[in-house]
Each structure stands twice: as C-alpha cells, then as structure tokens.
C-alpha cells in the first residue's frame, strides 16, 4: 500500500492508537494526506498536530462509527478538504473482554455495532465518493474476533476492496 501513496488522500478510522495511529504515521511520513477519525479526540488531535509538525498533512475529525452520521462527516470533511477521498481505512475495531459463556450480550452489541456496523457506514459514505472518481480503495482491518469460550483469541484480517472502473464497481483481492 506504501507505494505511490505519496499525495493520496487517506482516511483512518480508529486513529487515536495501536493500529491505526500507527498506520497514520506510516504514511503521513511517505506523503500522504491522512484524516484521522476516532472517538478519543484529544489524543486524536495531538496525533494530528504532531504529524503536521513534521511536515505532513493530518486532519482530526472526532468520529464515533457506530454512528453513520459522524462517519460520513469524516469522509465528507476529507472531501472538502482534499476535494477527493483516495483510501478509506475502516480500521475501528474492539474485542468482547469476556468469555462467551459469561452471556455479556451487552458486550456483543457493542462489539458488532463496532466491527460490523462501523465498517460498513464507512463503506456508505466512501463509496460514492470512489464511485464518482471511479477509482478509491476500501480497506477493512479491525479485530474481527473469532468466538471464545476459552482465554485465548484469534484475529483474522478482511481483504482490501479496490474500487475502480470495472463493471461491478469493486473487486475482492
């Protein structure tokens, strides 16, 4: 992904740490134009402020994605600033912090208005957008979290959806 990222415009979700903070310093740093969306926003706008610092292009935008509004706001903020949205990174994710057997539905939903229904507002409010350029991609990275009953845990990781000119609109890789 790093290569000819250099003036991309590039949207991250879960910005504010692990993953995606450390992807928005990536490619901050190889010249990407990043905007950065989380719900922790003070440590999203110290990140923004430090990657501008040092000479990159970084936008904090407070965004909560089990909201559909306030991740549209993200990208349309991209949008208007940027005039175009090149990467969109749904990287927001969380992990149940119970064994299944505990019953925590509580923690289900949250888990799945997160993991699922975060990826896919910021799909609905990317796409039209990639659509339009006829080019953009969609990456998806959170913690999908396999189901435990045990301690332990496996991730797995979604292939990145390119958005271009085909008939169908996306590809899976």
């Known amino acids: 992904m790093t290569q000819g990222i250099k003036d991309k415009v590039v949207v991250i979700t879960g910005a504010s740490s692990g993953l995606g903070e450390a992807t928005a310093r990536l490619l901050s740093a190889q010249g ?3 905007v950065l969306g989380a719900r922790r926003v003070d440590r999203l706008r110290s990140l923004a402020d430090e990657l501008t610092g040092s000479g990159g292009k970084a936008l904090a935008v407070g965004t909560d994605v089990t909201h ?3 991740v549209k706001r993200l990208v349309d903020a991209a949008v208007q ?3 175009r949205i090149d990467v969109m990174i749904n ?4 992990m149940p912090q119970s064994p299944l057997e505990r019953l ?3 923690e289900w939903d ?3 208005d997160v993991n699922f229904k975060g990826v896919l507002y910021g799909i609905a409010a990317a796409l039209p957008y990639m659509k339009q350029q006829k080019a953009g991609i969609l990456s ?6 396999a189901i435990r009953s045990a301690p332990a845990s496996r991730s797995t990781r979604r292939p990145s959806m390119p958005c271009g000119p085909s008939p169908k609109g996306c590809a899976r890789k």
């Open 32 to 34: 990407a134009s990043v």
């Open 68 to 70: 559909c509004d306030q």
């Open 81 to 83: 600033i940027h005039g």
């Open 91 to 94: 990287n927001a994710g969380l």
């Open 104 to 106: 925590k539905t509580d």
């Open 110 to 112: 949250r888990m799945i």
């Open 140 to 145: 998806t990275s959170p913690p999908w979290p």
